[in-house]
């Protein structure tokens, strides 16, 4: 497979990121108000379970994403000139979506070659095998770490324009000061004129919003529920899943869908890694993660505090997402 593991050398290493983990879980533990952060959701199962979520009839960011694909690949590609560019996908999954502009990018005879970063190995090694089966002609080279590390890797190495995905509203899950950091690190990685093409979901009915956090099958609760089973797994925990249930809901004043796990009895669970035993009372929440969503001036305000221009946006025909094209700007 024609991938590079960077949480393999010495600063990314197992070890590394089984303390990182640890660390989050004691700080989170030990909070008046518990929580865990939303990145530990994709170890491998996670992974799977979010694909999973994708299909579920509610959950309609990845639908709306898809149509705009399938309506304005065309467009979108046409955006990005005649010279070499290094397609970069932050989180790239299964590349559903994706495959459309890189089927997009042959018909127009693009030369490109296709960058996916994934904190999933066997994300990145199954993406690997569909991509050989389905454009044996694409170079592509995969890279396992976390999206800044994976992404200043890719730039130091590459030759040509960078066109950056990040796409399927994961910009959501900062909160505004910590997403315009995010960006302008982005930014700092980026070369002047290289293209990010960002997922933003639209403000929009309370009620679809609820039902796609909330799917009629449990994909979502199986999903947050994980986090507990990979405590269980990689830092020895004794959690019993039975005994917590998951919870999403959201926040107006905010314009934030939130996820919970709540504990459903007076319990208490050991984490060996931690040698420390944690009490949870009946009905005492962890709180996992916010989903913001946006108004059009806000995708705009962040774009201008971060560097950016907006080259182009694409929305689908509900209006409830868009996926918008920004332009580093450094000179």
């Given at each position: 497979?024609?991938?590079?593991?960077?949480?393999?050398?010495?600063?990314?290493?197992?070890?590394?990121?089984?303390?990182?983990?640890?660390?989050?879980?004691?700080?989170?533990?030990s909070s008046e108000q518990k929580w865990l952060p939303s990145k530990f959701f994709y170890?491998?199962?996670?992974?799977?379970?979010?694909?999973?979520?994708?299909?579920?009839?509610?959950?309609?960011?990845?639908?709306?994403?898809?149509?705009?694909?399938?309506?304005?690949?065309?467009?979108?590609?046409?955006?990005?000139?005649?010279?070499?560019?290094?397609?970069?996908?932050?989180?790239?999954?299964?590349?559903?979506?994706?495959?459309?502009?890189?089927?997009?990018?042959?018909?127009?005879?693009?030369?490109?070659?296709?960058?996916?970063?994934?904190?999933?190995?066997?994300?990145?090694?199954?993406?690997?095998?569909?991509?050989?089966?389905?454009?044996?002609?694409?170079?592509?080279?995969?890279?396992?770490?976390?999206?800044?590390?994976?992404l200043n890797w890719l730039t130091e190495n590459n030759e040509g324009r960078n066109f950056?995905?990040?796409?399927?509203?994961?910009?959501?899950?900062?909160?505004?000061?910590?997403?315009?950091?995010?960006?302008?690190?982005?930014?700092?990685?980026?070369?002047?004129?290289?293209?990010?093409?960002?997922?933003?979901?639209?403000?929009?009915?309370?009620?679809?919003?609820?039902?796609?956090?909330?799917?009629?099958?449990?994909?979502?609760?199986?999903?947050?529920?994980?986090?507990?089973?990979?405590?269980?797994?990689?830092?020895?925990?004794?959690?019993?899943?039975?005994?917590?249930?998951?919870?999403?809901?959201?926040?107006?004043?905010?314009?934030?869908?939130?996820?919970?796990?709540?504990?459903?009895?007076?319990?208490?669970?050991?984490?060996?890694a931690l040698e420390k035993d944690f009490h949870f009372a009946p009905f005492e929440p962890?709180?996992?993660?916010?989903?913001?969503?946006?108004?059009?001036?806000?995708?705009?305000?962040?774009?201008?505090?971060?560097?950016?221009?907006?080259?182009?946006?694409?929305?689908?025909?509900?209006?409830?997402?868009?996926?918008?094209?920004?332009?580093?700007?450094?000179?």
């Open positions: 497979m024609d991938y590079t593991v960077l949480e393999n050398t010495e600063t990314h290493s197992y070890d590394s990121l089984k303390e990182e983990f640890s660390l989050a879980v004691l700080l989170g533990f170890d491998d199962e996670g992974s799977k379970l979010f694909a999973k979520i994708t299909d579920t009839d509610e959950y309609y960011p990845t639908k709306c994403e898809q149509e705009i694909f399938d309506t304005h690949g065309n467009e979108i590609v046409e955006l990005i000139d005649g010279n070499k560019t290094n397609i970069i996908e932050l989180g790239a999954g299964d590349g559903r979506k994706t495959k459309i502009l890189l089927s997009e990018m042959f018909k127009q005879k693009k030369d490109f070659e296709y960058q996916p970063i994934d904190i999933s190995a066997e994300a990145i090694v199954g993406l690997s095998n569909s991509l050989k089966k389905e454009f044996p002609k694409l170079k592509h080279h995969g890279v396992v770490a976390q999206y800044i590390p994976g950056i995905l990040f796409l399927g509203s994961n910009i959501g899950n900062f909160h505004t000061p910590d997403a315009i950091v995010f960006l302008r690190t982005l930014w700092n990685s980026m070369n002047d004129g290289d293209l990010l093409m960002i997922g933003f979901d639209l403000k929009k009915e309370i009620d679809v919003l609820l039902h796609a956090y909330n799917d009629s099958q449990g994909v979502t609760s199986a999903f947050n529920l994980n986090i507990l089973t990979r405590i269980n797994h990689e830092l020895g925990g004794n959690f019993n899943i039975s005994n917590f249930r998951h919870f999403g809901t959201y926040n107006p004043l905010l314009g934030s869908m939130e996820s919970y796990i709540v504990s459903m009895t007076d319990q208490t669970v050991r984490i060996e962890i709180h996992l993660e916010f989903s913001y969503k946006y108004l059009n001036r806000e995708v705009k305000h962040l774009a201008d505090e971060t560097g950016f221009e907006i080259v182009s946006s694409f929305k689908d025909s509900k209006n409830y997402f868009v996926d918008s094209i920004w332009r580093a700007k450094k000179n």
